[in-house]
Structure formats: C-alpha cells, structure tokens
C-alpha cells in the first residue's frame, strides 16, 4: 500500500460537506491531514465540475463515489459522463435496496440487474462496484448467502465480471463473518473500505484503525495479495470530531505504507 492509495470516504464528513463553501473547507483539513484521495459521497446537492474544481484545487484525486440505485437505473448516461470528467474509474452503490433483500431470489434478481448496469458502465471504462453492509450474511436455502449471490452473480455462465465487491470490514465483522477470507473471496476487488469494530458497553461501535479488535495486519496483507488499488477510510459515526478520526486511522495506517526505499521494480501502485 502506498500514501497516495488512502483515500477519505467523505461519507464520514458529510455533515461538513453540505455547501461547495463548506466542501471546500473539509477537504483542505483532509489534505493537511495526509490523504491524497477521496471517495465522493453524502456530501450535499454540489455541481459535479464544482465538486471537481475544489478537488483539484486541494490535490485530491476522486477514486470511487457512492450513488443511489435510483440514478443508476435511470440517469446511468450523466453517471458516465460526471465519472468520465472527474476520472474516476469506480462507482459504487451504497446498499441493496430493501426489497431485495429478503429472498435468494431478491439476491439473484438484483445481480441480474447488476450486471446490467455494469456491463453498460464497462463499456464506457468505467466499473461498477457493491459495497455491502451486515444483511448480506443472511443465510438462505443450501447455506447460501447473499454476499454469496452477488458475488456467485457478478460473472453470469462464466462471462466476465459486470461488477465486483467494495467490502467494508467493520460490516464483515458485524454480519459474522471474517474480513480476511472474504477479501481473498474477492479476488477482483479494487476499492476497500476500512473501518475498526470497538466494543463498547458490550456493544459493537464503529471505530478508527487501530482503535477496535479488527487484525489489520491481516486485512492489510490480504489486500495487498488480491491487488486493492483503493484504501478508504469510512466511520459512519464517530465518537470524537471526526477529522480527528480520520487522523487517527491515517496515522494506524502509515506502519502498512511502503517507504521509498522499499519500493522496487515489481511492486506497483
């Protein structure tokens, strides 16, 4: 993992993104905190050249975004076009919807529906990717569960991939299963998402790297093994400021970052 492959889900700040004024403003402190790289969502109702200038301005790459099933179904061509401009290769959609979520036929019909999409994005050099949260696990019919479905339902009678998987480790954990073998499951997964599980209370709580019981080394080297390309750092809820927890999970990160002595001919970004 190199420095220039962390990225910031602004999803964390959103409450600080609402305005092209106050988007401004957050990514400068997430600049100064170290990211170079940024995952576009939740911020507010924002022109897309906007929110492209303001990141430009502050050296931010945009590597993924999240979108609402609703605009890929029916504005997939402005999707393009905004991903296109801002050269961002990944988009992401946040969550199943809820009707498909009860059912192994839900699951099955939503891959179908997936691939749909994510052939018409791969057309376009673009390439859609599913983050999941803990429903997923749900087991139905013969074990099967839905991460299983979508994943079984990305490469239909064994035609390429229409779309791959963007997991997210704190919702692996809460759904029962293990961050590390499903990273390895993912074989084609190029996005990330990282966020630590505290228990607190004897409650799980969303935590910064390092802060909770997650093995990150672990995680770290499975990416590493299945070629992540995007590190994103996500705390849907912070206990603290969340700049501050954002420096937090930068800073646990940096033991995984290679130095510049370290780099060689046959690792690449």
Same mark, same amino acid.
């Given at each position: 993992m190199f420095k220039k492959q962390i990225a910031a889900q602004l999803y964390t700040l959103r409450d600080y993104a609402r305005t092209a004024e106050e988007l401004d403003a957050t990514l400068a402190k997430v600049k100064a905190i170290g990211y170079d790289a940024v995952q576009v969502s939740g911020i507010g109702p924002i022109e897309p050249d906007e929110v492209k200038r303001i990141c430009d301005a502050h050296g931010l790459a945009i590597c993924a975004t999240h979108v609402s099933y609703e605009r890929l179904l029916n504005d997939l061509d402005a999707i393009i076009a905004q991903h296109q401009s801002w050269n961002c290769k990944y988009v992401g959609l946040g969550g199943l919807p809820s009707q498909y979520r009860t059912s192994r036929e839900g699951y099955e019909e939503m891959a179908t529906i997936l691939c749909g999409i994510g052939s018409k994005l791969a057309e376009a050099g673009l390439e859609l990717v599913y983050h999941n949260h803990k429903f997923e696990f749900q087991k139905f019919s013969g074990g099967v569960t839905g991460m299983d479905l979508l994943l079984e339902g990305s490469t239909p009678q064994g035609e390429p991939a229409a779309y791959s998987l963007e997991l997210d480790t704190y919702w692996v954990q809460a759904g029962g299963a293990d961050p590390v073998a499903w990273i390895r499951k993912s074989q084609r997964m190029k996005?990330?998402?990282?966020?630590?599980?505290?228990? +607190?209370?004897?409650?799980?709580?969303?935590? #910064?790297?390092? #802060?909770?019981?997650?093995?990150?080394?672990?995680?770290? *080297?499975?990416?590493? #093994?299945?070629?992540? *390309?995007?590190?994103?750092?996500?705390?849907?809820?912070? +206990?603290?400021?969340?700049? #501050?927890?954002?420096?937090?999970s930068y800073k646990a990160l940096q033991q995984w970052v290679y130095q510049e002595e370290e780099l060689k001919g046959d690792v690449t970004v």
């Open positions: 996005v990330v998402h990282l966020k630590d599980m505290a228990i +607190q209370d004897d409650q799980q709580n969303f935590a #910064e790297i390092g #802060e909770g019981n997650l093995n990150w080394a672990a995680i770290i *080297e499975a990416c590493r #093994e299945i070629g992540v *390309e995007w590190y994103v750092v996500e705390q849907d809820t912070c +206990q603290r400021d969340p700049f #501050e927890s954002l420096a937090i």
